[in-house]
């Protein structure tokens, strides 16, 4: 395999990471990779907001994972700023090859080099495997995640 | 008890804040109340946000609930913007009074008037009663939340 680089999402990436999020047990009803208009509504949002970082890793050319990085400045924790991981996708064949360490390494690089104090990210319950790997990165399960859809 | 009133937090807001943030089972661990100077830098790295709204709830004029919530869009759930609460606090005084509700019900409408598809938030797994609060506004407790401090 070639090297890979994780560098910031572009437009001609779109494609590419909606098909990624659609290929998983959750997104694959959730997404809809036949229509692009909603997704590039969303990323001209992300692109005109400095503390949202869409990141793409590439191998070879292609796009083989993704995660979003949201950097929330606040006052609890005297002041700390914390960052938000979200959105974390590896390519069906790059499963196994350490890339989703590689992209959560990336995340909290990038969050020490903006200052932030704290790291976080939520993930469905279900998703037992993933809590494993969050765990062995030294994250810990300290907390319940709630969401309401509006 | 005079009307409740919630608006964007101003700087003249910030030791009875930070007072609320102190006057916590976990916060007293983690708050210097007798220090404002990160509060100070952190609220001026948050008024430079516009996806951040750090309010206040004041009622006779006084400070007697915040909360914090970040406009978050994403690629994710077909381009879906999100919101994130965090810094959910209602003066002791306050308690069983109904302003928690207002707050998160303040905070759920201002996410829908951003557009937002989704509002979520984490709690301590040792906050068993908000558990129960926002299970009951609603909210399901879907996912695992982790944090890494750095």
């Not at 890793?57 to 979003?68: F, I, M, N």
């Not at 990165?137 to 300290?142: I, K, N, P, Y």
Request: proline share 5%.
């Amino acid at each position: 395999m070639g090297d890979l680089a994780i560098r910031p999402s572009a437009e001609d990436d779109i494609p590419a990471l909606v098909a990624m999020l659609a290929d998983d047990p959750l997104g694959a009803q959730r997404e809809s990779p036949d229509d692009m208009s909603p997704y590039l509504t969303a990323f001209e949002r992300l692109t005109a907001d400095p503390n949202q970082h869409l990141v793409v890793a590439v191998r070879d050319d292609r796009v083989v994972g993704t995660l979003q990085l949201t950097i929330v400045p606040g006052l609890s924790r005297r002041g700390s700023t914390r960052s938000i991981i979200e959105g974390v996708r590896v390519h069906a064949d790059e499963r196994g090859s350490g890339l989703g360490t590689q992209l959560i390494e990336w995340a909290i690089d990038e969050s020490r080099r903006q200052g932030c104090q704290l790291v976080q990210l939520t993930s469905d319950k279900t998703r037992t495997d993933a809590h494993r790997f969050y765990e062995r990165l030294g994250f810990s399960a300290s907390h319940t995640g709630f969401k309401l859809q509006l």
